[in-house]
């Protein structure tokens, strides 16, 4: 257990109530190794994001636990649960990441300013972290003047910001052309060998191939990744 | 990247609506401390009228009700119906001194001005006039004028110049000292030049009275009823009477002013409202990031406050410009004619005043909004395509 940074039992997750009411998850047991890259792989609509939000403790569980570096989350307040988030995790969302107003520079001061670093460190380690992501020539320019995969390349340098030991990934790379997702992966490696435990939801099974824990979910629930493989 | 900096950041992202909510509590909050600026210094204005009157007691016309009484205050033209023979009578009374005036307009340049008609030794005395310039009148029915000194200043008018008064040349003999009244803004003639004149043959608007032992207005008001058929007030009732007029005029435009502000507060709950509707995705995302609820909360009550913020100061420096500047264009009516004359004193207490209450106001406004924010789910705002 003490090897495993998260681990979740029993996971239900429900949308809406009546009619409209969607079981997203239904009754999901994993653990994540600590410092591995686990993929979360499986069809559209099946659940990745929200098993994703419920490993970030973005989101509370309707039923069973999870527990996110020895702290169970249905037991932390709101607050207690954002001091958590932005002390553990860093987020990359599958299609929103960016505050648009601002520069890429300045939503990374953003996260910093939110996980403590002092106003004056803040500048040297935002261009640091563009550097870090191949975008040491974009440090102003606003989301809207970038690529799709550039702005997710900030999403993951702004994701860097608090020095996560687990990074959340969301589709980072589905809409970048393959170059850029060579060069996204490229950084994930060197994060991976820093010791950082990486989760990446993806539907490439090139990338899950690469993965070190492969977790398939399929209407709510894991399915043996064997059954994957052979049907891919 | 500090809170106040992203705050900052989040309201100038839309410049129009920025500034049209902006706008909104400026005018607002302007307009409210214009008429909170005049209403206090109509009051001061009053008090200083009824004081430089120097009398406990006013004879009027007949019948005459508040609104001549705010004449005789303001220096507006009067009904001229009291004869010779009642101030005659009114002045026989021992132990008080009764002083007539003839209170008309003329205007100097098409600006209107107070001419009044006075017993030139009496009222001097009664009234601790000194001469700043020339020469006083020297004798109970001498030619000629004698100007209060902005009066002078304003029309660039010496002892020896002459100033028209209905159709009559007339030579100016001095200048009074500064009262701070509205003297200050008259020109005196003496009584029988200027009910000729008038073509007011024997006839006063008003008759001023001191009564000796101030215990004994009471006393004296009902001996002068006796004497003649002729109201009677005492300087308290004038100026509460008064006060009362102008008290009324001025709560409504207070209350029209606050009914300004009122919607300009609706304003910035509209845009605060729109603001967490645009951004919900973005309040997800600060929610990842670790913001706490009550991080965002602050977030959007701080820029909410800078709106009311903005209108304080934008009001307060307006609205006391209004007041200063624009005060002698609607005095032209007696309700508001003494503020012509009011020194619009630049009162950092308002200001400061007007500053908390529209940011008060503002955080106000911001309030729902704010809650609204606050209570996002991250997973909600994030996953909205
Ligand atoms: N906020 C929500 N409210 C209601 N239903 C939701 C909500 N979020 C997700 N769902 C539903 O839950 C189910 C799982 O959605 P989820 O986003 O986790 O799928 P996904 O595997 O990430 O799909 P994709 O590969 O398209 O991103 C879907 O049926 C979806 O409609
Ligand atoms: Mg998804």
Redesign the pocket.
Known sequence: MNNSVISAKGLVKE??QGA?L?R?LRGVDLDIPRGSFTCII????????????LLGGLDYPTLGTVIIDGQEVSRLGNKELASLRAKKIGFVF?FFNLLHNLTAKENIETALMLAGVPDNEQERRAIELLELVGLGDKVNAKPGQLSGGQQQRVAIARALANDPPVLLM??PTGNLDSEAEAEVMKVLENLKHQGKTIIF?T?STEIAARSDNLIC?RD?QIQEPQAFKKAS | MTNTNLVFKSLTRRKGRFLFTSLGIVIGMASFVTFMALGGSLKSQIERESAALGANLVVTPKGSCAYEQVSILTGEQLPTNITKDEVAAIRSIDGMMAIPYLAERSAIDNRPVSVMGILPGETREFKNWRLAQGEYFSHENAEGAVLGSVLAEQFGLLPGSEVRVRGSQIKVLGVLDETGGKDDLTVFLSLPVAQKLYDQKDLVSYVAVRVDHLDEVELYANKIKDQVSLGVVSDKQMRNSVLSIVGTVNITLQIIAAVAVLAAAFGIVNTMMTATYERRREIGILQAMGATRTGIFKLFIFESGIYGLIGGVGGAVLGGLAAVFAAPLISQNAATSFVKGAQSSFDPMMFVGAILFSTMVAMVAGLYPAIKASKLSP??AI?YE
Do not use: F, I, R
Request: charged share 15%; hydrophobic share 30%; glycine share 18%.
């Open positions: 949308y809406g409209t969607v997203a499986g069809a559209s609509g099946h659940g990745k994001s929200t098993l994703m939000h599958q969301d589709e939801v539907h979910v709510g | 997973v909600e996953s």
